[in-house]
């Protein structure tokens, strides 16, 4: 499961709740891409912003329309009493597996976060990717870290941030972490824009937010990479370097691909909750503008 | 409301809940104090860790208990709907005042903070502090953001992260955003180390963490500077140092408070919602023997 195209879609929502028919609407176009594993609540499914109930309501729509494709929920919260709560009802709604990143509000030390992981694999029944991502939770990683809790019972992969842009450098940050780590879990890439260079590099997986929106032009860059068709899978992300600056430009990727799913009608504008903001403006021309040269739908 | 000392308890709990007898037992002594205001679900009072449910209890206790001295009480949450939610109960609970942090998952932009305080001021009927703490929030105001933020209606206070050391560099930089605010908004220091600094320099109130478990020794620097006497301030703040080297060590102040308060038997152990953890080994010991040598009760 932890392996391949793992697609990351919205939760699309207003101030009212969630938008259920838009989020089954896009868990149908993964399921007729055919994606490797559909992962809902990420970061991209906004899963910091949902309640208690919305949350398990997502995973329950998720695995009632995904088909044989397994669904990943994100589980993470800022108090593990939260998250035990969460892996149990993602459990009970039939996720095949979570994904807990250290959410904090007050930066955390790597004894909380080893206790928080080890709290939530001892409850565990699925297994558990670990969601690296410093960006929203403030916390950082060491390899060691790292090592530490993947060989807990039930850790199967680690979502890591990006890779360096050299591919010789990507490979070897790659292999240091895979030093630490038992061989049974897997390296998934994301940040769209390094995700070639991280499958060139030896990721297993690509956890990937225009997997949620656009699979076929992930897929494409996936199965270039798992062919060992390290040029193709590179050509086809080069290729999307508008997107990859929209990304730059809008502080990452959720604003964007928000946005074009609303330009694509696949969502209610606007699909992100307040004080979030997807694109306006000038912004929005572009990311229509770009969208439509790429041929992106 | 917005001026002299306010100190910010905690709000100790487990992993089953709220401990409320504790909390009305650190109440009591702040009201035995007479400090000028009391910040509850500040940072301090875990308020990003709570229920709704939770902190409109902890609203409740802290106005039933706290007598005429006015509540503030903190309504961050990372969703405008439910800052609007919480403003409506801590009015209904009693608040004197509401203090808000652009609290964060995904990093905020300018606007969507301007848009978070003007939906929010636009629906209360009590004053509002502007809560700026880039530590919890990853939100970095600029001065000219505060200016603007500051002329919406309601807005009296904003509670700033620190001051510069240097007594002169502080007073310029108090000076600085003073230009940039309407006169009837205060300025109130944090950062409990640069609280005399703060203080000396023209801020006139203290958004105060010691203030919530030592309030007879937050309140004797507070009322020096009050009275221009500076150098006493400075002097009584100064004693504190090892206790400011603490903070400085255990990633900030709460896990240090939290461990203080356990240390007096004031809250039971652990009092910190996991996966955080308060002090304990070393470090303790270390707090142990500072509160001693301060004579810090």
Same sequence: chains 1, 2.
């Avoid at 558990?128 to 960006?135: E, F, H, Q, S």
């Avoid at 897929?219 to 193709?232: K, S, V, Y």
């Amino acid at each position: 499961m932890f392996t391949g195209l793992s697609a990351f879609p919205l939760s699309p929502m207003n101030e009212g709740g969630l938008d259920e028919r838009a989020f089954v609407r896009l868990i149908e176009r993964l399921v007729a891409a055919d994606v490797d594993s559909i992962g809902v609540l990420g970061s991209t499914g906004n899963y910091a912003y949902l309640t208690m109930a919305e949350r398990a309501r997502v995973v329950a729509l998720a695995v009632e329309h995904a088909g044989k494709i397994p669904v990943i929920a994100g589980i993470g919260a800022l108090r593990t009493r939260d998250v035990l709560t969460l892996a149990e009802k993602a459990q009970a709604a039939g996720a095949s597996g979570v994904l807990l990143a250290p959410m904090s509000y007050q930066k955390l030390f790597a004894d909380e976060v080893y206790g928080l992981f080890e709290a939530t694999t001892d409850a565990l029944s699925v297994p558990l990717c670990v969601y690296d991502n410093p960006g929203t939770t403030q916390f950082v990683f060491t390899d060691e870290l790292h090592g530490q809790i993947a060989r807990l019972p039930k850790v199967a992969s680690i979502k890591i941030p990006g890779v360096p842009v050299e591919p010789e450098a990507a490979r070897a940050r790659v292999g240091r972490l895979r030093e630490q780590i038992p061989s049974h879990v897997t390296l998934g890439v994301s940040g769209d824009a390094f995700a070639a260079t991280g499958l060139n590099a030896g990721c297993e997986a690509w956890y990937s937010v225009i997997g949620g929106v656009f699979p076929a032009t992930a897929l494409a860059i996936t199965r270039a990479a798992q062919a060992g068709n390290a040029e193709q899978a590179t050509r086809l992300s080069e290729r999307l370097a508008p997107l990859w600056a929209l990304f730059r430009d809008n502080g990452g990727s959720l604003r964007v691909v928000a946005a074009a799913a609303e330009l694509q009608g696949l969502v209610e504008s606007p699909c992100l909750p307040q004080p979030l903001k997807s694109l306006s403006g000038e912004g929005r021309q572009r990311l229509a503008a770009t969208m439509e040269a790429l041929d992106l739908a």
